[in-house]
């Protein structure tokens, strides 16, 4: 499987599971997050979209229903 394929399936398992009802829920700049999260897989580039630490964007992740498929 190439590299391309396997991003392609981690992200549409992010996006069957992700609670897109929460996510929508959440204020416009923690909203943003999770949305770049479920599109890259990115935890970092994410909790800094959200200005959350790594730690506390996880747990939001978490709640999100996100899984962390890379």
């Known amino acids: 499987m190439s590299?391309?394929?396997s991003e392609e399936e981690a992200r549409e398992?992010?996006?069957k599971n992700a609670d897109w009802n929460f996510i929508e829920a959440q204020k416009p700049r923690i909203r943003e997050a999770p949305?770049?999260?479920v599109e890259k897989g990115?935890?970092?580039i994410a909790s800094r979209l959200a200005?959350?630490?790594v730690e506390e964007f996880?747990?939001?992740r978490i709640r999100a229903g996100i899984p962390n498929a890379a």
Request: proline fraction near 0%; charged fraction near 35%.
């Open 58 to 60: 996880n747990e939001l």
């Open 51 to 53: 200005g959350l630490k």
């Open 3 to 5: 590299y391309v394929a």
């Open 42 to 44: 990115d935890l970092y």
């Open 13 to 15: 398992i992010r996006r």
């Open 35 to 37: 949305k770049y999260c």
